[in-house]
Antibody
C-alpha cells in the first residue's frame, strides 16, 4: 500500500525557517517525481514545487511565490523528500501536502498527483 | 501562467440527480504531439487530502465509481456526476499539468439540495 507521511510542521515566527519531511512507502520511491502542494486555511490548493527523479536529473521547479525561499530535495536511500522553507511569511500559513506524480514506466512522469499525504500544518505567526 | 477558472463556485443538487462542474483554462492544455489534454480532477472531503478522480481529462482513476466522468478538450472541461450520492459531498478541483507553474481551479463546493 502506497503511503506518504509528512512531518515537521508547527508554529514558527515570521522570518524563521522550517524543514518538512515526507516519507514514502509501498512503492519504488526513487522512480517518482514528488511535489509539495499547500492549502491555506479555508482556501484552495496551490502547487508549491516538485523534484524530478534522479533518472530525469533530480532537478526542481517552484512556484513564483516561494522561489528563492523554499528548496526541495530528496534522499532516495531513505525514501524521503524534504521541503526547506526559509524567510517564512504569515502568508505561508497552510497545510502542506506531499504528493506523488503519476509515472508510466514507458514514458515517464506526469505531474498530476495520484497519492497524497495527510498533510502537515505550518503556522507562521509572531 | 495558466489560470484555471471553475464554475460555479458552489452547487446544490438533489440525490440521484446530475451534477456538472465546469473548468476553463486560460490557455489550451492539449498537447498536440500526443493529443492528450493535461487536465485532472480531484475530490476533497472535509478534513481529508484531495483524491485523484480523473486524469487526461477523461480517464477515470482506478477505483473511482463510474458515475464520475470527465470531458472536454483544449480550454473547456467538465466533470459530471451522473447520479449524485450522499458521499459525493465535497469540494472539487481541476488542475492543469501542461506546464509549470501547475495550477488548480478555485474549487467548486458540491452540496445536497
Amino acid at each position: 500500500e502506497v503511503q506518504l507521511v509528512e512531518s515537521g510542521g508547527g508554529l514558527v515566527q515570521p522570518g524563521r525557517s522550517l524543514r518538512l519531511s515526507c516519507t514514502g512507502s509501498g512503492f519504488t520511491f526513487g522512480d517518482y517525481a514528488m511535489s509539495w502542494v499547500r492549502q491555506a486555511p479555508g482556501k484552495g490548493l496551490e502547487w508549491v514545487g516538485f523534484i524530478r527523479s534522479k533518472a530525469y536529473g533530480g532537478t526542481t521547479e517552484y512556484a513564483a511565490s516561494v522561489k528563492g525561499r523554499f528548496t526541495i530535495s530528496r534522499d532516495d536511500s531513505k525514501s524521503i523528500v524534504y521541503l526547506q522553507m526559509n524567510s517564512l511569511k504569515t502568508d505561508d500559513t497552510a497545510v502542506f501536502y506531499c504528493t506523488r506524480s503519476f509515472y508510466y514506466a514507458s514514458s515517464g512522469y506526469y505531474n498530476f498527483f495520484d497519492y497524497w499525504g495527510q498533510g502537515t500544518l505550518v503556522t507562521v505567526s509572531s | 501562467d495558466i489560470v484555471m477558472t471553475q464554475s460555479p463556485d458552489s452547487l446544490a443538487v438533489s440525490l440521484g440527480e446530475r451534477a456538472t462542474i465546469n473548468c476553463k483554462s486560460s490557455q489550451s492544455v492539449l498537447y498536440s504531439s500526443n493529443n492528450k489534454n493535461y487536465l485532472a480532477w480531484y475530490q476533497q472531503k472535509p478534513g481529508q487530502p484531495p483524491k485523484l478522480l480523473i486524469y487526461w481529462a477523461s480517464t477515470r482513476e482506478s477505483g473511482v465509481p463510474d458515475r464520475f466522468s470527465g470531458s472536454g478538450s483544449g480550454t473547456d472541461f467538465t466533470l459530471t456526476i451522473s447520479s449524485l450520492q450522499a458521499e459525493d459531498v465535497a469540494v472539487y478541483y481541476c488542475q492543469q499539468y501542461f506546464r509549470t507553474p501547475y495550477s488548480f481551479g478555485q474549487g467548486t463546493r458540491l452540496e445536497i439540495k
